[in-house]
T-cell receptor, first 113, second 116 residues
Framework: KQEVTQIPAALSVPEGENLVLNCSFT??????LQWFRQDPGKGLTSLLL?????REQTSGRLNASLDKSSGRSTLYIAASQPGDSATYLC????????????FGTGTRLLVSP | GAGVSQSPSNKVTEKGKDVELRCDPI?????LYWYRQSLGQGLEFLIY????????KSGLPSDRFSAERTGGSVSTLTIQRTQQEDSAVYLC??????????????FGPGTRLTVL
C-alpha cells in the first residue's frame, strides 16, 4: 500500500526566503506526481504535475523534482511571498490502472512579511 | 473556461437524514473523481468514473454511500442515513481522461458537510 509522507508538517519563514518542501513515498510504481496548494476553506489548486518519465517541472517561482528510485519529490519555492502561505500537498497516481490519487500529509506554510 | 463546480458549498444536516452533493466537471473531461477530506484522515479517494465504464467504487466507506454520473457529465454523491463521522469536506475532481498525458486532476471548491 502506497504511503506518502511530507516533511515538515509546518514551516514558517520570512518573506524572500527560498524554501524546499519534501514528499516521500514507499512505492515507486507511479504514473505521475502532482503538487497542490490548498488555501483555508478552499479546494485544491494544481501547481505542477511530473510524469513518471520526467525528473522535474518548473512554473514561475516553483520547481518540482522527482526521484522515483529514492521515492522522493521536492517542491522548491524561490523568493517566497506572503501570498504563498497555504497548505501544500503532494499526491501520487499509482501505476497498475488505479486512477486514484494518494495524498501526502501536507505541509502548512506561513510566509511572514 | 469554467473550472469544476460543486454545490452546495455548505450543508448542515441532522443525523439519519440523506444528503445529495453535486459536481459539475470541466466541460470535455471524461474522468470524474470524488474524494473526502476529514480532520483525522486527510484526503481519501472515494469513487472514480471514466466515460461509460463501470465506476471504481473501491474507496466508498460503506454501503450508505453511492454516486451516479448522468450523461457522462454531472455527478451526484448520495449519503444515506448520515452519521456524525460523515462530517467532512467532499471534493470533486475531473481530468481530460485517464491516459498518460490526460490524467492531471483539477479540483472543485468542495462541499463542507456537517452532520449534527
Amino acid at each position: 500500500k502506497q504511503e506518502v509522507t511530507q516533511i515538515p508538517a509546518a514551516l514558517s519563514v520570512p518573506e524572500g526566503e527560498n524554501l524546499v518542501l519534501n514528499c516521500s513515498f514507499t512505492d515507486s510504481a507511479i504514473y505521475n506526481l502532482q503538487w497542490f496548494r490548498q488555501d483555508p476553506g478552499k479546494g485544491l489548486t494544481s501547481l505542477l504535475l511530473i510524469q513518471s518519465s520526467q525528473r522535474e517541472q518548473t512554473s514561475g517561482r516553483l520547481n518540482a523534482s522527482l526521484d522515483k528510485s529514492s521515492g522522493r519529490s521536492t517542491l522548491y519555492i524561490a523568493a517566497s511571498q506572503p501570498g504563498d502561505s497555504a497548505t501544500y500537498l503532494c499526491a501520487l497516481l499509482g501505476a497498475g490502472g488505479f486512477q486514484k490519487l494518494v495524498f501526502g500529509t501536507g505541509t502548512r506554510l506561513l510566509v511572514s512579511p | 473556461g469554467a473550472g469544476v463546480s460543486q454545490s452546495p458549498s455548505n450543508k448542515v444536516t441532522e443525523k439519519g437524514k440523506d444528503v445529495e452533493l453535486r459536481c459539475d466537471p470541466i466541460s470535455g473531461h471524461t474522468a470524474l473523481y470524488w474524494y473526502r477530506q476529514s480532520l483525522g484522515q486527510g484526503l481519501e479517494f472515494l469513487i472514480y468514473f471514466q466515460g461509460n465504464s463501470a465506476p471504481d467504487k473501491s474507496g466508498l466507506p460503506s454501503d450508505r454511500f453511492s454516486a451516479e454520473r448522468t450523461g457522462g457529465s454531472v455527478s451526484t454523491l448520495t449519503i444515506q442515513r448520515t452519521q456524525q463521522e460523515d462530517s467532512a469536506v467532499y471534493l470533486c475532481a475531473s481530468s481530460l481522461g485517464s491516459g498518460l498525458a490526460e490524467n492531471e486532476q483539477f479540483f472543485g471548491p468542495g462541499t463542507r458537510l456537517t452532520v449534527l
